[in-house]
Nanobody
């Protein structure tokens, strides 16, 4: 079992930046890959960015060039640096983990563990 806890959300104006963090606990010595998702009411959960145990990354087209996913393995912490934020980025952001099988995934149904989410609101 892995427990995930997000932090760092908040309200920011368009063009601003935020950095989200996700602290992992539990069986973190197992081989997992991590990802960030977001969801707005009435819509499906959308994959934003993923990172593998080898630090390879994958991004949704909507955030490429603006968001950066990273991890500090020594601290069991995942990050999402979000720059040039837009009102369309407003959502609840979740971190998620899945067993590492050699490939990255931005599909919610392929992730096993989820945090509770942190709200990001971008005003115009």
């Amino acid at each position: 079992q892995v427990q995930l806890a997000e932090s760092g959300g908040g309200s920011v104006q368009s063009g601003g930046s935020l950095r989200l963090s996700c602290a992992a606990s539990g069986h973190t010595n197992s081989n997992y890959c991590m990802a960030w998702f977001r969801q707005v009411p009435g819509k499906e959960r959308e994959g934003v960015a993923a990172i593998g145990s080898d630090a390879v990354t994958s991004y949704a087209d909507s955030v490429k060039g603006r968001f950066t996913i990273s991890q500090d393995i020594t601290k069991n912490t995942l990050y999402l640096q979000m720059n040039s934020l837009k009102p369309d980025d407003t959502a609840m952001y979740y971190c998620a983990a899945r067993w590492w099988d050699g490939r990255l995934s931005l599909r919610a149904d392929e992730h096993n563990y989820w945090g509770q989410g942190t709200q990001v609101t971008v005003s115009s």
